[in-house]
């Protein structure tokens, strides 16, 4: 019978007193299946295998990280672009605290995607939200509306002069300027924006829950 290590599951042989894959302490028997001198006896536990998420404390650990990540990497925070490092770091958090009260103490890569891939849709709904609520009160709280109206009129004449470079006629950029100047293209091209920022958070938390359990739950292996 092929004795396998209770963390790791990797095959030891049955004469080693540790794993030498992750270290752990083996319990070495005798040919009648008692344990050797100065071993404990066996006690079957169940363990859980290392590619399976138990997603109870999963969801409440990427609730607790990916809400003030996406707030924080919202489309109007001052973190900018240092937001996306972040959103890989509430990934990789989330999988590493995760881990501490599993049984194995590592998860596979794709269990930390997984992980990762909550994280970050939590986030970036919260990311989402935060920033409709921040332009809501830039135009109308804190009455910013002439000055977002003169910054995307200032977007328009920049996408017109990049289409006429591009031999366009005069009709397609007139009909693509009048889409981008009624209130509909505004909302909808903010839309657009606040959609793609989604995705990008999405993708660097679920990189960042892959490479927490690749970096901080690779079983160890002992040297001899």
Partial sequence: ???????????VQPEDCFCPFCGL??????????AAPGQPERVDEPVRDAGTVDWKPA???????????????SMYSPAGILGLPLMAGAGAWAVSLYMRGRRPAWITIGAGARIGLVTGILGSWTAAFTTAVSLYAMRFWLHQGPAIDDAWNSQITL?????????????????NRAIMVSPEGHAG??????????????????????????????????EP
């Fill in 1 to 11: 019978m092929e004795l396998t290590c209770s963390r790791c599951h990797q095959t």
């Fill in 25 to 34: 302490p083996q319990l070495v028997y005798t040919a009648d299946g008692s």
């Fill in 59 to 73: 969801l409440r650990l990427a609730v607790m990280l990916a809400v003030p990540a996406g707030a924080i990497c």
């Fill in 159 to 175: 996408s017109t002069q990049l289409l006429a470079s591009w031999g366009l006629d005069a009709q397609q950029i007139a009909m």
């Fill in 189 to 222: 091209a903010m839309l657009m924006d606040t959609g793609v920022l989604a995705l990008i958070l999405l993708g660097f938390s679920v990189a960042g829950g892959a490479l927490g359990a690749r970096f901080l739950g690779r079983p160890r292996r002992i």
